[in-house]
């Protein structure tokens, strides 16, 4: 069955450092982008970062950018997200998000679903 997996969440100090990975199994995510999510009680689910096919042009949240590096590696079905310096506000449960983003015309031959999203992983900032 085709599906997410996060993983590299954990707790750290104000100022560390922590790199979430996401695997696709079950499908390829090379006519997907890739996205990070993050959310925390009583809030909407928050785009964090988000990076095309090719991996042109990523985009970042005001609120992470500078901080937050975004990658993905097609061969290996993957993506990347690495967070240096955190800070107690970047506390969440973050989760891995894959959108078809092929060509309308060949969307159906080369997407199996529209989105797929993993099943989250926590990271806590604290001292």
């Known amino acids: 069955q085709a599906h997410l997996v996060e993983s590299g969440g954990g707790l750290v100090q104000p100022g560390g450092s922590l790199t979430l990975s996401c695997a696709a199994t079950?499908?390829?995510?090379?006519?997907?982008?890739m996205n990070w999510y993050r959310q925390v009680p009583v809030r909407e689910r928050e785009l964090v970062a988000a990076?095309?096919?090719?991996?042109?042009?990523?985009h970042y949240a005001d609120s992470v950018r500078d901080r937050f590096i975004i990658s993905r590696d097609n061969a290996k079905n993957s993506a990347t997200l690495q967070m240096d310096p955190l800070k107690p506000e970047d506390t969440a449960v973050y989760y891995c998000?894959?959108?078809?983003?092929?060509?309308?015309?060949?969307?159906?031959?080369?997407?199996?679903?529209?989105?797929?999203w993993g099943q989250g992983t926590q990271v806590t900032v604290s001292s």
């Open positions: 998000h894959a959108t078809c983003a092929a060509p309308p015309h060949i969307a159906p031959a080369v997407c199996s679903e529209f989105e797929y």
């Open positions: 990076i095309m096919r090719t991996g042109d042009e990523p």
């Open positions: 079950g499908f390829t995510v090379d006519s997907y982008a």
